[in-house]
């Protein structure tokens, strides 16, 4: 990944969200557990510990719709790059919404 132009990860869902949510306790302990989904924070601090030099394009994938708002996912994503990462983008990748080419 270090040498990578795009990412695409998982923002599955707020953590706050989730726990608030209709999900029954089972499912809500699969989600956020090692082998459930990636939250926001989990995703964003991917980005913290790991040197992504030539990054250009972060695409924000698998948003829950229940349990995730693509602000706060977005949100999560900017404070992991703490404003020093201008050059890249940040886009919220929609599964119902064709996206323009990011890269040549």
Do not use: W
């Amino acid at each position: 990944i270090h040498d990578a132009r795009a990412v695409i990860l998982e923002f599955n869902h707020d953590i706050e969200m989730l726990a608030k949510g209709p999900y029954p306790s089972f499912l809500k302990e699969r989600i956020a557990g090692n082998n459930g989904h990636l939250s926001n924070d989990t995703a964003a601090g991917f980005f913290i510990a790991t040197d992504t030099p030539n990054l250009e394009a972060l695409f924000l994938a698998h948003l829950s719709r229940t349990n995730n708002l693509p602000k706060l996912a977005l949100s999560a994503a900017q404070k992991a790059f703490d404003g020093n990462r201008p050059e890249t983008k940040i886009i919220i990748a929609d599964q119902f919404q064709q996206r323009e080419i990011i890269l040549p």
